[in-house]
Structures are given as C-alpha cells and as structure tokens.
C-alpha cells in the first residue's frame, strides 16, 4: 500500500518522522517528503494505465489511502494517466475519491449481502457490526 511504502522512505530521509500517512500531506511542501509522493503519484499511475490500457473503464475511483489526498494530488494522477494511456481519443478518465471514504469497502459489501437477500438468492444472514452505522451515513 502507497501508506506503508511513503511512511517508511520518509523515516529513512527524515531522521525521527513517524507520522501518520495523511499528516504527510500537510507537511508536502517540505522538499524531501514533495519527491517522496511524487514518486508515489508516479509508481501508482504507471501500475493504473497498465489496467486502463487493458480494461478501459470510465472512471478510476480511489478508495483507502486515496481518501487522504489532497486534491491537488487527485488532479496529478488524473492527468499522468490519461497522458500515458495508449487511447488518446479525447476522452478523458475522471479520478475521484469514494463517496464513503474509507468505510466504502464495508459498505460496499454491506450493499452486495443487502442486494442478495431482498433478490432471495439468501434468506438469511447474521450481522454482527463493531460499529453505528450513524458513523458511515453522516
């Protein structure tokens, strides 16, 4: 995960920075962390047109780590990939942050179980959550 791979070369470059992922956003302006996540931006957009060039969707949704982007850094992933996919046709692939954050998994899945069970594809389920569900719909 980009999280993981941003906070340990910014410990190797920065002696004693142990931050959490997104508070290195806020602190971007600093040299050695600005190349640190443009070279993130760079891995991550080589590893998307790879899939775009292949499977050709219509829009690129960032999810996890992706929630805390700045914006900023939404709008330089977008532009890599749609100048390096192989398809130039003027058409270009939105890169957005998931509606619920860092839940949408969860709630992704929640919405699969949900979907299969009004179908009648299951005719019952237990759910157990360690969490409101007031904390995902605010």
């Known amino acids: 995960p980009s999280s993981y791979v941003v906070r ?6 920065i002696t004693g ?3 959490p992922y997104a508070d290195y956003f ?4 600093r040299p050695e962390v600005e190349d640190i996540l443009e070279e993130m931006i760079q891995d991550i957009s080589a590893g998307l047109v790879s899939i775009i060039n292949m499977l050709q969707p ?15 850094y939404v709008k330089k992933l ?17 890169v957005k942050k998931a509606y619920f954050g860092k839940q949408a998994q969860l709630v992704g899945a929640a919405a699969l179980v949900s979907k299969q069970y009004f179908e009648g594809v299951i ?4 759910v157990n959550f360690s969490f409101k569900l007031t904390d995902i719909f605010r």
Do not use: A
């Open 8 to 13: 340990r070369k910014t410990r190797k470059k």
């Open 17 to 19: 920075l142990n931050l």
């Open 26 to 29: 806020k602190i971007h302006d």
């Open 58 to 72: 219509e829009m690129i949704v960032l999810g996890y780590d992706g929630i805390d982007w700045p914006e900023d």
């Open 78 to 94: 977008e532009v890599l990939i749609n100048d390096r996919k192989i398809t130039q046709d003027g058409w270009n692939i939105p």
């Open 123 to 126: 005719t019952s389920f237990c």
